[in-house]
């Protein structure tokens, strides 16, 4: 028994006691090959996952390092049987290349015959293969070259990609740290220069930050690395003007080096920021859109918020393999499951950060969580009763209990920049007029909306209430109060996304308060407890309040 | 020859004798009656099988040389022929290591007689028919192939001239075993017409010959033993004399290994095996447990053909998170340790399987589940060493190409526990921390016991792969407390020595040195936890059992091994309540037990779950007093005297106190009332249900004897034995040369009528009472068969003789009337 912070439990999950002295060397040793899932504030939770073994074998970890350092750092004896696993599952890694041959082009080489026999006799890599050089070597259509990788990984074969990437057409872009038009010098932070770093080293591949963290930064660092032409994807046209604006303050780039291809404006420029709506946009059936991706000879792609890349976003990502991907997001927790799509066809995950390390070092601002349970009426809990199933969830989370509750808490947070944020139209309307506050909602145009937003920005406006078009992408860095009333259902990673609207850090450091009012003893609380299964483990501890405590006199203060 | 042997036998020291005995301790079950007895069963095939299966490869050879070199005219060889011949290959083997083998089979009695003129025992010759895999001498088998033989310069040219394909098949002949089977119509000429298409053959003037077996019986190089003419599988057979001619290269005997092959094992550093392994003693514990409280749920039924179902067992599988091989693997050794056990079905005649009987835990898993986590293991591991089912062939098909089930009697292999002991033997010689690979350890077996392992390889790779999972070995190496576990259960044997069972005693009460040296490298269990903000609870090491009993009542179970990691949910907090927790005992449960600052909103679920649980205020009540009478009640209630019981009216006709019931009941006493206590079958009792066990069972673990191992018989007892055929021996012989007189049978016509013999063997016996004299007495016994016994006369009285028995030492009487005749002793 070496007494060390981890253990290793027979799931493949492996517990990191944080308190431990040895525990951020030995973070350090297992970040590579396992992957964190949970972080919660005394024990963090890491996993071992075929991927993420595989993934350390590509970036040069090989099974005896394994091996070395969970034996190292475990506390108790480590089953033989997991070693062995951990072991044969990373001898599976590369045993299939793939390779750029002067001759044949593209090729999957074989290390082991075997192997190449078994896949190439599988149905899933029918019509992937093209015609067999020698008894190692089979040739591969480029264009098959991220299916074929998807489909190798399934197999339980991934195939270590020497194929390399393609430059693309060469463009100067750096950073301006040194200030510009007369701005503040600035730098890029310790875990975004890792971030962008362990993305480069990787080639391709996904960089999870906390919402506020300045992922746009890492992009732009990214940009800066390849100096090559970009192409950035992004969710609305909102978003798209603020990337363009960071650009343009933090980068030499110029206004029109950065053009805007979204449904207002058709313009492909050096760097050009796309809205995943408009690429998915159909005529007659078929994507008219696509052409973008040919353009230009990209030399990186860009995906902003990938946890919410459509499906047929990734149908074309398998045709840009020979390019580097860049993926950012928060929360990569898909309520679709496909996590694994993001990580095959986009890349690994290069980075994480747990949001409570970025919250210690000062770069986002500590937030206070609270759950504030409203009790219904009688007569509501009676419609909500006899409601039916489908209707139950909005029948709870629009109870108009909760506006007295709402108002309570603007009330309290009278100083600060209070985002209201719910799910249900009427239910937002209701809100604006009871508080007297502008709603932002899907059907607002793009101009009423910076024009709000840029209120908001100078605190001439102090409540604003905002649908679901609020949950990404929006900056809005002076909010410190968000008071969600309804949600989509159970989703963690709107949630997450929710908080980060005010987790930007505030000029004057100031605590930044996250409240979700629920209906007590409904499926709304149900629902909540599932979203906040996110943030609490990482590490954000919901405090559960009843609502007469924030109407009543007394006040549940924290700080 | 028997009577040979016989002789042999006799004219040796008891001290030898009792020596074979203890070499060849089949000899003695049951005691033979006699010297011949023992002779007889020590030529026996079934004894001679059982000596061979133990010896090593070398001695096995030294055998087969014996065998070779014996003189065909009177069966003898010597040791300086054998000598002869087993150096006689290119790499002679040491002349002192012939010698200490063929000292080795004279010890057994495989070979006896002095050494110039060894006798092998007969059925030798019948147990292993090839001596040293070389065919019998040509002249037994065909006269033209013994000719050919004859003539060693055309037999060389014959040899030379086999086309390629022939020389394999020779070459494989020649290593032994000498007998091959061939296809039907191999032998045959090939159709005519069909010549054409078939290779030349230069030997044969250019024809065509077929075959490559044809071609070789064609040149009289094997012999057809039997069939291969039409339809039916042929044998052909290799010539002893071609035989030996092959082997030119590797010496008549094949190659000869002296000593046992060296294994060039990977050394492992001794700590890291010891981790491994303990690592997976934790794992297979845990597996084990929870199977265990899975049958319990949901016990499996019992096949109607025994076992329990492959759906079952999927099942089992699948809800354990483990495959298929390592389910079976730990539902036997379950099932052997006495954890398991068979229930019949109360009432049901007809489940699913229309079976009657189910698999779940029996009552000894109680007392399992109660005992150290290397207590546990040491149990299991020790109904793996001696549990008689190969695991590994659950899942196979049998004869009848039926799936062989989990449990079931097609599993049972009497020589598992020889094979595991051999296996695990192998590592325990090698030094501590190495691990040789299943190829090096089966080579060694091979050597050592090849008449035992040859053909059970893949039995013996199964035993390396189970001790892996079980925790045995560890990094493919025997781990130290293993190493223990092995030789106490080797040693178990031995206490066949401790007839008292002193030391048995002893064994029982304290935990043995495996289970101290598991113990040492396993966790030291834990009793706190951390609880976290997702209301995950995490123990960091093992649990105590009251710790894991709370938790499982308060949150589910998320992940488990080296810790373990709960979830307090809504539904679980609820479940804990209607186990009779109140909110009060799991606040006071997490403060207690964690070990962080309990989250509020951990507090708060608890509250609020609490809140709702079934509408109802929960309080804690030391007794309640309850009465039709709502005016008794209210004077009850009102009465000062009984302030101290702090009374709470719950309704008009129930009060409750805090204080115990007894409390409640004295204070009543003494202020005049007559209350009268409740039993609880009145009130709601909050109470899980019973957990049904199947009734005791003992683990195989205190079989000590492996049943087929040699039982180990110590050596005062041996010599009692040999001195018990002595005595029988002599008796026999003695009873050869009993007096016609006496011997009964046929009359002769010159012996005494019978009224006669009567009367004058009365005279003999008295007066042999007087000179205590031995008489044979002839007499009928109670079957109405004649019997004469040698015995001493005692005394004569009331129609009886009592008389001793020298060899039994006993007194036996005889009625008078019963008695034939009587003739004094020489």
Known sequence: ?559 | MTTSLADHLRSLPDESLAALLQLRPDLVVPVPSDISALATRAQSRVSVARALDGLDQFTLQILDAARLTRDPADGTTSTDAVLALATAGPRPPAPTSVRGAVNRLRALFLLYGPEGALTVVASVDEVSPYPAGLGRPAAELDPRTAALCADPAKLRRTLLAAPPSARAILDRLAAGPPVGSVPPGALQAPAVGAEDTLPPDPVNGGAPTGSPVRWLVEHRLLVPVSGGKSGSTGTVELPREIGLLLRRDSGPLGPLRTSPPEVAATPREAKAVDSAGAGQTMEVVRHTEALLEQLAADPAPVLRSGGVGVRDLRRLARTGGLDEPTTALLIEVAYAAGLLGELELPGVTTTRYGADQQVLPSAGYEVWRAASLAQRWEQLARAWLTMTRQVGLVGQRDDRDRPITVLSAEAERAGAPGARRAVLGVLADLEPATAPTPDEVLELLDWRAPRRSRGREAAHREVLAEAAQLGVTGLGALTSYGRLLLADVTDGDARADDPLGLHAEADSEEPSTAVRALDALLPAPVDHFLVQADLTVVVPGPPDPTLAAELDAVAEPESAGGASVYRVTTASVRRALDAGYTADDLHALFRRRSRTPVPQGLTYVIDDVARKHGGLRAGSAGAYLRSDDEALLAEVFADRRLESLALRRLAPTVLATPYQVGRLLGALRDAGYAPVPEDASGAAVLSRPKARRAPARVSVATRTLDPLAAPRVPMPRLLGVVEQIRRGDAAARAARRAPAAVRGGPRSATGPTPVQGHSDALAVLQQAVRDRALVWVGYVDAHGATASRLVKPVSIGAGYLRAEDERTEMLHTFALHRITAAVLAD
């Open chain 1, 1 to 559: 028994m070496s007494g060390g912070p981890l253990i290793v439990q027979s799931d493949k999950t492996l517990l990191l006691e944080i308190d431990h002295p040895d525990a951020q060397a030995c973070r350090m040793a297992i970040a590579p090959f396992a992957e964190l899932e949970r972080s919660p504030e005394h024990v963090h939770t890491y996993r071992l996952t075929p991927l993420g073994l595989w993934n350390a074998r590509a970036a040069g970890h090989d099974a005896e390092g394994v091996v070395d350092s969970l034996i190292k750092y475990s506390r108790y004896p480590v089953p033989h049987a997991l070693l062995v696993d951990v072991a044969e599952t990373m001898d599976r890694y590369g045993r299939l290349q793939l390779a750029n041959d002067p001759a044949h082009g593209l090729v999957l080489r074989a290390l082991d015959r075997v192997v190449l026999v078994e896949v190439a006799k599988s149905k899933k890599l029918a019509g992937m293969l093209g015609n067999r050089i020698d008894d190692d070597t089979i040739a591969v259509h480029p264009s098959e070259r991220g299916r074929l990788k998807q489909a190798l990984l399934k197999l339980g074969w991934p195939a270590e990609d020497l194929a390399g990437y393609v430059d693309g057409e060469a463009h100067p872009i750096d950073l301006a740290e040194a200030g510009k038009d007369g701005r503040k010098p600035w730098t890029l932070r310790s875990y975004q220069r890792e971030a962008v770093e362990a993305f480069w080293a990787g080639g391709s591949g996904v960089v999870v930050l906390p919402c506020g963290a300045g992922k746009t930064l890492v992009g732009a660092a990214a940009m800066a690395e390849a100096k090559a032409t970009t192409l950035i994807l992004v969710t609305n046209t909102v978003a798209g003007r603020q990337w363009k604006r960071e650009l343009v303050a933090r980068t030499s780039l110029t206004e029109d080096e950065i053009g805007e291809y979204s449904g207002e404006r058709k313009e492909i420029r050096p760097v050009t920021i796309a809205t995943y709506q408009v690429l998915t946009s159909r005529r007659g059936g078929a994507f008219t859109h696509l052409d973008l991706f040919n353009a230009r000879d990209w030399g990186l792609v860009i995906y902003d918020e990938v946890h919410l890349l459509p499906a047929p976003i990734f149908r074309f990502t398998a045709d840009l393999q020979a390019r580097r991907r860049l993926g950012l997001t928060a929360t990569l927790v898909r309520e679709d499951g496909r996590e694994g799509d993001v990580f095959s066809l986009i890349g690994p995950k290069r980075y994480d950060a747990p949001w409570k390390d970025i919250e210690s070092q000062g770069w986002i601002a500590p937030a206070e969580c609270v759950e504030v349970r409203v009790t219904l009426t009688d007569a509501e809990r009676l419609a909500y009763a006899t409601a039916e199933a489908e209707e139950r969830y909005r029948m709870a989370s629009t109870a108009r209990t909760k506006l007295p509750v709402v108002r309570a808490l603007v009330e309290r947070h009278r100083d600060d920049q209070v985002l209201v944020i719910g799910g249900y139209i009427d239910q937002l309307h209701q809100l604006g007029e009871y508080l007297d506050a502008p709603i932002v909602q899907g059907s607002t145009t793009n101009k009423e909306r910076e024009r709000l937003f840029d209120e908001f920005r100078s605190g001439s406006l102090r409540t604003l209430v905002i649908s679901k078009v609020g949950n990404f992408s929006i900056d809005l860095p002076e909010a410190a109060v968000a008071i969600q009333v309804s949600g989509t259902f159970g989703s963690r990673q709107e949630e997450a996304q929710r908080l980060g609207r005010v987790l930007r850090p505030k000029a004057d450091g100031r605590q930044a308060h996250f409240y979700t009012v629920v209906s007590r003893d409904t499926i709304d609380t149900e629902y909540a407890a599932h979203r906040q299964r996110f943030l609490a483990e990482q590490g954000y501890a919901y405090t559960i309040v009843d609502a007469d405590d924030v109407l009543g006199p007394k006040l549940p203060t924290v700080d």
